[in-house]
């Protein structure tokens, strides 16, 4: 009997880079699974209890030099050097990454060992380091067909990015809404987003007036989650019910990560989205530039948006149910329901 193949799964830090490969993992059940990641980011809590997880001393460069820089040269080293240990011990048989700084070291072992790299890209404009190392990898999956123009010397396949199990059947949700009652759901990415909670706490007494309900995901970092209360708000620092979350939602206020613009048009949930203003190479701005583009949703920097401007959207599309079921079908129609699948047979093919 032919022993399983053994793929390493390089992926750490947000959501945004560790539910698409959970999801690819999900696919691949006859896979023996190492995951890589760093020993204090997101992965220490989502990945242990499904597959056992390597850790290296990996980080982000910085802009300025400095005696840090020299450490995290070292650890980099260190990093490449750990990796490339971990594929002969385990006897890895390919590396699949969704990018970010992990992802460099594990290609680069992957190279030395002359084992196969995938890497997944889910942004519209890809990150450093899917700049400078996709050439270097046997294949490159993308979450938006438009990021082919930023790796021209790169063969590229449009796979979408995979989102969850959990959004492949509807979920239970465990919250006291009335069944006709509008709700908005509030989403500010892994971190939160204090200015953005900050807006809709103070735009939100209008939206009760018209009879809807808000479920709000602050994050564990404002200090002032709990300010509002009334009867249609509902505050919660994060939700592992995501699936549910937006399959219930009727509109969404968003961050507009790659991952969170996926699962939107998954479920055809339409959006007001505001990027992340500190993204790098304003990533999010395109991300739902293609969202808005498919007239799903609607896009306002931060720096743009007021408590007026955002009151005054929301309500325009609580009075117009048949605007909203329009925008509705537009973003069902930009989901690619198979993505995980797609990736998983690419995955199968180089490996």
């Known amino acids: 009997m032919a ?79 750990q990796t490339h240990q971990l594929i002969k011990e385990h006897q890895i048989d390919a590396v699949f990454t969704t990018g970010g700084y992990i992802a460099a070291p594990a290609i680069l072992a992957a190279r030395l060992q002359k084992k196969p790299a995938i890497i997944h890209e889910s942004n519209y404009i890809p990150g450093k380091v899917t700049k400078f190392l996709s050439r270097w990898c046997d294949a490159v999956a993308i979450g938006f067909a438009g990021t082919s123009q930023y790796l021209p010397q790169t063969e590229t396949v449009h796979v979408s990015t995979p989102v969850r199990s959990q959004f492949l059947a509807p979920q239970p949700l465990e919250l006291d809404l009335p069944d006709n009652a509008p709700m908005i759901l509030i989403i500010g990415g892994s971190q939160g987003a204090v200015a953005v909670n900050k807006l809709i706490r103070e735009a939100a007494p209008a939206w009760f007036d018209l009879g809807a309900y808000v479920v709000h995901l602050t994050g564990k970092n404002d200090p002032d989650a709990d300010s509002l209360k009334h009867p249609n708000y509902i505050s919660l620092p994060f939700s592992d019910n995501m699936a549910g979350l937006l399959q219930r939602a009727n509109l969404s206020i968003s961050r507009a990560g790659a991952g969170t613009i996926t699962e939107l048009a998954f479920t055809g949930t339409p959006a007001v989205l505001i990027p992340y203003p500190y993204a790098a190479e304003d990533h999010q701005t395109y991300n739902a530039q293609e969202y808005k583009d498919a007239g799903a949703g609607v896009v306002y920097q931060q720096s743009e948006l007021t408590v007026a401007i955002l009151r005054e959207q929301v309500a325009q599309w609580l009075r117009s149910p048949e605007q909203l079921k329009t925008m509705a079908d537009r973003a069902q129609a930009l989901a690619i329901t198979d993505s995980a699948e797609r990736l998983a047979s690419l995955v199968r093919n180089f490996s």
């Open 3 to 81: 022993s399983p193949t053994r793929l390493l799964i390089a992926a750490s830090g947000t959501g945004g880079h560790l539910f698409p490969a959970i999801a690819l993992a999900q696919q691949l059940p006859d896979y023996e699974i190492e995951w890589l990641g760093t020993d204090n980011r997101m992965e220490t809590s989502l990945v242990p209890h499904e597959y056992p997880l390597n850790t290296i001393p990996v980080e982000g460069f910085q802009q300025k030099f400095s005696f840090k820089t020299l450490k995290i040269i070292a650890d980099f080293i260190s990093s490449i050097w």
